[in-house]
């Protein structure tokens, strides 16, 4: 009985199943985007074809067909396709795998293609147990990740594995996608709802497919045509992709910096938003405006970091989110100030002359002048600047270093050679 409810329910799955799975495209023609990695003449589409897949790990963000790919791979090179996601598999579980496609193998010479989705989850002692059928040939493994595996996936597997990241669709893409996932639900949709459709979707294919088949129908129960309310509300807000420990973190902050530093307030702007709105610590965020303060600004503008400074100690005392307008105020004068790294350049020179030669002693008129130090001799001989206008051209460096110019200035905003 049980198997006569499961073979109706299978025959009924493409009329409940949601859209997004109705439209899996069942072949490398029908997959769209990612031509980075799958152009006609580029090494994976090329192995697909002639049957030469070897073990890959897809690095990507959900949506960028990750999970479609992978059974693709399988249905052109007639693989055996195993699935396990990392999140509930056990090494139990990927032993059972394993012996199944050495069994595979050996009867009929049938290749396995496991798909670990998330594979990021998976511990070490778990990664470890896919090493010998991945090493020996047993199993094509095909990981699936939406974190950079370099931080996830032990070295051990990476070396056996060929890295393919997966970028998010692009709006062009995405519209084709729309289009498609239309026409199966037999409905029209205007090019500038499409382009809606595809601008709130955020590189994601899947929720393309989820946005079109829900505005469709929130539509059609109200008995009106589509229109931009029905595609807002169906989108709602794009959940956004960050997680404070890996990937994202370095690359959002990274391009802040950058942005900052190249004199773009908008850009600087865009990138605290996105830090903000994930979540990211803007202690963290406040912490590294003081340091490009004096790094790339330092005495082009000696009121930026005093500007970066106060942002942090507004964080402290503010919070979020009011403390937002503190940090968007600092990053646009971070922006917009002159820039030198002047002073990043004289501390690392002055840091490279002490690691490697040593730290000097101070020539003896500029040791300390105390009655224990005068005993010595300490402080004969020092001229007092404010006296005797000759102390300004005495060069204080240690004798060894005399002569040497750590600090030159860049001319730009009031960081002058005066």
Same mark, same amino acid.
Do not use: C
């Given at each position: 009985?049980?198997?006569?409810?499961?073979?109706?329910?299978?025959?009924?799955?493409?009329?409940?199943?949601?859209?997004?799975?109705?439209?899996?495209?069942?072949?490398?023609?029908?997959?769209?985007?990612?031509?980075?990695?799958?152009?006609?003449?580029?090494?994976?589409?090329?192995?697909?074809?002639?049957?030469?897949?070897?073990?890959?790990?897809?690095?990507?963000?959900?949506?960028?067909?990750?999970?479609?790919?992978?059974?693709?791979?399988?249905?052109?090179?007639?693989?055996?396709?195993?699935?396990?996601?990392?999140?509930?598999?056990?090494?139990? =579980? +990927?032993? &059972?795998? #394993?012996?199944?496609?050495?069994?595979? @193998?050996?009867?009929? *010479?049938? /290749?396995?293609?496991?798909? $670990?989705?998330?594979?990021?989850?998976?511990?070490?002692?778990?990664?470890?147990?896919?090493?010998?059928?991945?090493?020996?040939?047993?199993?094509?493994?095909?990981?699936?990740?939406?974190?950079?595996?370099?931080?996830?996936?032990?070295?051990?597997?990476?070396?056996?594995? =060929? +890295?393919? &990241?997966? #970028?998010?669709?692009?709006?062009?893409? @995405?519209?084709?996608? *729309?289009? /498609?996932?239309?026409?199966? $639900?037999?409905?029209?949709?205007?090019?500038?709802?499409?382009?809606?459709?595809?601008?709130?979707?955020?590189?994601?294919?899947?929720?393309?497919?989820?946005?079109?088949?829900?505005?469709?129908?929130?539509?059609?129960?109200?008995?009106?045509?589509?229109?931009?309310?029905?595609?807002?509300?169906?989108?709602?807000?794009?959940?956004?992709?960050?997680?404070?420990?890996?990937?994202?973190?370095?690359?959002?902050?990274?391009?802040?910096?950058?942005?900052?530093?190249?004199?773009?307030?908008?850009?600087?702007?865009?990138?605290?938003?996105?830090?903000?709105?994930?979540?990211?610590?803007?202690?963290?965020?406040?912490?590294?405006?003081?340091?490009?303060?004096?790094?790339?600004?330092?005495?082009?503008?000696?009121?930026?970091?005093?500007?970066?400074?106060?942002?942090?100690?507004?964080?402290?005392?503010?919070?979020?989110?009011?403390?937002?307008?503190?940090?968007?105020?600092?990053?646009?004068?971070?922006?917009?100030?002159?820039?030198?790294?002047?002073?990043?350049?004289?501390?690392?020179?002055?840091?490279?002359?002490?690691?490697?030669?040593?730290?000097?002693?101070?020539?003896?008129?500029?040791?300390?002048?105390?009655?224990?130090?005068?005993?010595?001799?300490?402080?004969?001989?020092?001229?007092?600047?404010?006296?005797?206008?000759?102390?300004?051209?005495?060069?204080?460096?240690?004798?060894?270093?005399?002569?040497?110019?750590?600090?030159?200035?860049?001319?730009?905003?009031?960081?002058?050679?005066?």
């Amino acid at each position: 009985m049980s198997d006569l409810f499961s073979d109706a329910a299978e025959q009924r799955l493409p009329d409940v199943a949601p859209l997004a799975l109705r439209m899996r495209p069942q072949s490398l023609d029908e997959f769209v985007g990612q031509e980075h990695v799958l152009g006609e003449s580029s090494a994976l589409r090329l192995a697909i074809a002639e049957d030469r897949v070897r073990s890959a790990i897809f690095y990507g963000p959900p949506g960028s067909g990750k999970t479609t790919l992978a059974r693709i791979i399988a249905r052109t090179t007639g693989a055996e396709f195993e699935e396990l996601s990392a999140v509930s598999a056990t090494v139990g =579980q +990927v032993r &059972e795998v #394993l012996a199944r496609a050495r069994d595979r @193998l050996g009867a009929n *010479a049938q /290749r396995t293609i496991l798909f $670990l989705d998330e594979i990021h989850r998976f511990n070490k002692a778990q990664q470890d147990a896919l090493l010998p059928g991945v090493e020996e040939g047993v199993i094509t493994l095909i990981g699936a990740t939406t974190e950079n595996p370099y931080f996830e996936v032990n070295s051990a597997l990476l070396s056996r594995a =060929q +890295v393919y &990241e997966l #970028l998010p669709l692009s709006v062009e893409e @995405l519209e084709t996608v *729309a289009r /498609r996932g239309a026409a199966e $639900l037999e409905a029209e949709i205007p090019d500038d709802l499409l382009q809606l459709i595809a601008a709130r979707a955020g590189g994601d294919a899947r929720s393309v497919h989820n946005i079109v088949e829900l505005a469709l129908q929130t539509a059609q129960a109200t008995g009106e045509p589509l229109s931009e309310a029905h595609v807002d509300d169906a989108a709602r807000k794009r959940p956004l992709l960050y997680d404070k420990t890996a990937d994202a973190h370095y690359d959002f902050i990274s391009a802040f910096i950058k942005s900052m530093r190249g004199s773009d307030p908008d850009a600087s702007v865009y990138y605290l938003a996105a830090m903000l709105e994930s979540g990211e610590d803007a202690r963290f965020i406040a912490r590294r405006m003081i340091v490009l303060a004096s790094e790339d600004i330092g005495n082009a503008d000696p009121r930026a970091l005093q500007v970066a400074v106060a942002a942090a100690q507004a964080v402290e005392h503010v919070g979020l989110p009011e403390a937002r307008l503190n940090l968007a105020q600092a990053a646009i004068y971070l922006a917009r100030a002159p820039k030198s790294n002047a002073s990043y350049d004289a501390i690392t020179r002055a840091t490279k002359d002490v690691q490697e030669r040593g730290n000097f002693r101070p020539p003896k008129a500029l040791r300390d002048g105390s009655y224990y130090g005068r005993k010595l001799g300490h402080g004969e001989g020092y001229i007092y600047p404010h006296s005797d206008p000759a102390g300004f051209e005495v060069d204080y460096l240690p004798d060894e270093l005399k002569g040497t110019t750590y600090y030159e200035p860049s001319g730009n905003g009031e960081e002058t050679a005066d």
